[in-house]
């Protein structure tokens, strides 16, 4: 097993198993958007609605880098931990290269979510399959919430590559595909991580890096809450390599201020003629 196939097994088991439906929650207006283009918007990464998401994992990976560059005895060693520890927190890494999320729960009935994503409980839930006949897994990330893991998992990833370059003696070329190797590696985790109050979310995210010219071509905006243009990309899914012209929708959950007032209609006038289970949520709320 080559270190890219060992940092990705690392990243994979920390995210943990997925479930086999993933819900996304939206407003009315973008639900008739998403089923009539069957396409999901990809908000990019540093302009979610919390700012501060990003900065917690760059400033964990940060602390734990320069934690294992002062235990080094290597002085090798603690030159790499010491550049990877100014580079994550200075957003050096992959410059390039932009991630693109879009957020799922696998909690598709949630009061904090209907307020929050879902025009305070007038909006709907959209259950999506994951797996052989929905969304292809390598994509979704579960949130690691646990502090626990969050700091193994990195130290995990940093003792990994350094035991690689131990075994390549530092050369020049081993440093730098080790550390594009990693730089991926850690990206994913901490667009993966938030602070463990927020648990309660359940939060799967799903990720999409386009190529730049087709970023730059695509991508949109939008406003966000404060007022901040927000870009986003409108993108089809995938499974493994084939295109999703319909979205692997399993279900729907219209929010506890709204009906199932022509749900079904509008399923169907959009080529989704299969069945789909049309449900209602089970909270009690009326804003």
């Known amino acids: 097993m080559d270190i890219s196939d060992t940092l990705k097994k690392i990243v994979d088991t920390a995210t943990g198993k997925l479930p086999s439906v993933i819900y996304h929650y939206t407003s009315t207006e973008s639900f008739i958007n998403i089923i009539s283009n069957s396409e999901m918007w ?7 609605n919390d700012p501060y998401e990003e900065k917690y994992g760059r400033d964990l990976v940060s602390e734990i880098a320069k934690q294992e560059s002062e235990s080094a005895k290597n002085e090798k060693e603690k030159k790499f931990l010491n550049s990877v520890a100014l580079n994550i927190v200075e957003k050096i890494f992959h410059t390039n290269i932009d991630y693109y999320l879009a957020s799922f729960s696998e909690n598709g009935d949630d009061i904090s ?14 259950g999506l399959n994951v797996g052989a006949k929905g969304i292809d897994p390598e994509y979704v990330l579960p949130v690691i919430y646990k502090k626990e893991i969050q700091v193994k998992t990195i130290k995990q990833c940093l003792s ?31 667009i ?8 309660s979310e359940k939060e799967l995210r799903m990720v999409f890096i386009p190529h730049k010219e087709d970023r730059d071509k695509n991508v949109q905006f939008r406003s966000g809450r404060d007022g901040r243009l927000i870009p986003y990309l409108s993108e089809k899914l995938l499974n493994e390599f084939e295109v999703l012209e319909n979205l692997p929708i399993s279900k729907v959950i219209y929010g ?21 289970d049309i449900v209602g949520s089970k909270i009690l709320y009326r804003g």
């Open 192 to 199: 993966s991580m938030k602070q463990p109050s927020y648990e």
């Open 113 to 126: 979510h209907w307020k929050s994503y879902s025009d305070d409980g007038t909006g709907y839930s959209i």
């Open 42 to 48: 990809f908000t990019k990464a540093n302009s979610l």
């Open 256 to 276: 506890p201020r709204s009906d199932d007032n022509n749900i079904k209609s509008l399923l169907i006038s959009k080529g989704y003629t299969r069945n789909i």
């Open 160 to 190: 990994e590559t350094i035991g690689f370059l131990k075994t390549n003696n530092f050369t020049t070329n081993a440093q730098n595909s080790a550390y594009e190797v990693l730089v991926m590696n850690l990206n994913l985790l901490i």
